[in-house]
């Protein structure tokens, strides 16, 4: 693909390719986006609750909402390469790739938090499916390298992948590393949210 020396002019064309966007675009970007910013405001939203009431949570815990935040912009950016640019491109794969790791993702997250009330039995699962995350990520990372080294992507959808590999990595492991300390703070954030 086709970029200028100007960093910036690249970005914001682009940014700008969301306004070739179709019906369907909308509706894929609309709930991936939005399926990750439920992520972000119900992680974030439990922590912040508990600090609020003066729960005292290990630094790491931040890096949660943190994560997830730095995963969203990635996203919501990188999406709109995929709705448009390379839409075509993504259909040697890439997209079932992009499923299956969202599908690890999603229940990695979703055996974490059942893990709360399940440690023993779903340790492994939940271990298993972050790794599975992880290592699906990967590969979605060496099919977008592939793709660029024959010159179908662009250097800002490959730093959006950086960004989107920095959060998810930053967010799942500061998740898995809460879950294994016990979950300390959880408890007492609980307390403060009758209808959990």
Same mark, same amino acid.
């Given at each position: 693909?086709?970029?200028?020396?100007?960093?910036? =002019?690249?970005?914001?064309?682009?940014?700008?390719?969301?306004?070739?966007?179709?019906?369907?675009?909308?509706?894929?970007?609309? @709930?991936?986006? #939005? +399926? &990750?910013?439920?992520?972000?405001?119900?992680?974030?939203?439990?922590?912040?609750?508990?600090?609020?009431?003066?729960? =005292?949570? !290990?630094?790491?815990?931040?890096?949660?909402? $943190?994560?997830?935040? *730095?995963?969203?912009?990635? $996203?919501?950016?990188? %999406?709109?390469?995929? =709705? %448009?640019?390379?839409?075509?491109?993504?259909?040697?794969?890439? @997209?079932?790739?992009?499923?299956?790791?969202?599908?690890? #993702?999603?229940?990695?997250?979703?055996? +974490?938090?059942?893990?709360?009330?399940?440690?023993?039995?779903?340790? *492994? !699962?939940?271990?298993?499916?972050? $790794?599975?995350? *992880?290592?699906?990520?990967?590969?979605?990372?060496?099919?977008?390298?592939? @793709?660029? &080294?024959?010159?179908?992507?662009? @250097?800002?959808? &490959?730093?959006?992948?950086?960004?989107?590999?920095?959060?998810?990595?930053? &967010?799942?492991?500061?998740?898995? %590393?809460?879950?294994?300390?016990?979950? !300390? #703070?959880?408890?007492?954030? +609980?307390?403060? *949210?009758? +209808?959990?």
């Amino acid at each position: 693909m086709n970029t200028s020396p100007n960093f910036l =002019q690249d970005t914001i064309t682009y940014a700008n390719r969301i306004h070739s966007f179709e019906r369907e675009d909308w509706l894929y970007y609309i @709930r991936w986006v #939005g +399926l &990750m910013l439920g992520l972000l405001f119900s992680t974030a939203g439990f922590v912040i609750t508990g600090w609020a009431h003066g729960v =005292q949570y !290990p630094a790491y815990v931040w890096n949660v909402p $943190i994560g997830t935040f *730095i995963f969203i912009g990635a $996203i919501a950016f990188d %999406t709109i390469g995929h =709705q %448009t640019a390379y839409k075509e491109a993504l259909k040697n794969g890439e @997209r079932l790739v992009h499923l299956i790791t969202i599908f690890a #993702g999603v229940s990695s997250c979703l055996l +974490l938090c059942l893990a709360y009330h399940f440690p023993v039995f779903l340790r *492994i !699962p939940s271990l298993v499916f972050v $790794i599975l995350s *992880i290592f699906y990520s990967v590969i979605d990372e060496w099919m977008h390298w592939k @793709r660029f &080294m024959a010159g179908n992507s662009d @250097r800002i959808e &490959m730093w959006s992948h950086f960004f989107i590999f920095l959060g998810h990595l930053i &967010m799942i492991i500061s998740w898995w %590393t809460w879950f294994e300390a016990g979950y !300390p #703070g959880v408890k007492e954030t +609980l307390a403060y *949210i009758p +209808l959990l």
